[in-house]
């Protein structure tokens, strides 16, 4: 059975890769690693986001754990992640993401 994300879940990990075309970005010396979530009533949370500590950073993956608050909603909603490499390397964002977070009993 798969899993559901449901209202007021905590502890959910949301894995986000950053791709430059069909690249994968090292962010291992990224200055700061952030997660955008957009509710359903349109109301956007940002998160800081943590590098994967299993080597995945050199292939660009980060994820965040939700705490309460951020699935408070039912419904869908939106999620991306934005890496800032610093020293003028510029900004990534991921692809923007969509999921549902259910209603429980």
């Known amino acids: 059975m798969a899993s559901e994300i449901h209202q007021n879940d905590i502890g959910t990990r949301f894995l986000l890769t950053v791709k430059d075309d069909s690249d994968f970005v090292n962010i291992s010396g990224a200055a700061a690693l952030q997660v955008d ?8 949370i940002n998160r800081s986001a943590l ?4 080597g995945s950073s050199v ?10 608050g951020d699935l408070d909603e039912v419904g869908n909603y939106k999620l991306q992640g934005r890496v800032f490499l ?9 692809d923007i993401h ?8």
Do not use: E, I, Q, W
């Not at 292939?59 to 965040?64: E, H, L, Q």
């Open 59 to 68: 292939s660009g993956v980060m994820y965040y754990d939700a705490v309460a």
């Open 37 to 44: 979530f957009r509710k359903p009533s349109d109301t956007v």
């Open 51 to 54: 590098r994967l500590d299993d």
């Open 86 to 94: 610093g020293g003028g390397s510029g900004t990534f964002y991921t």
């Open 98 to 105: 969509t999921f549902k977070a259910h209603c429980n009993l």
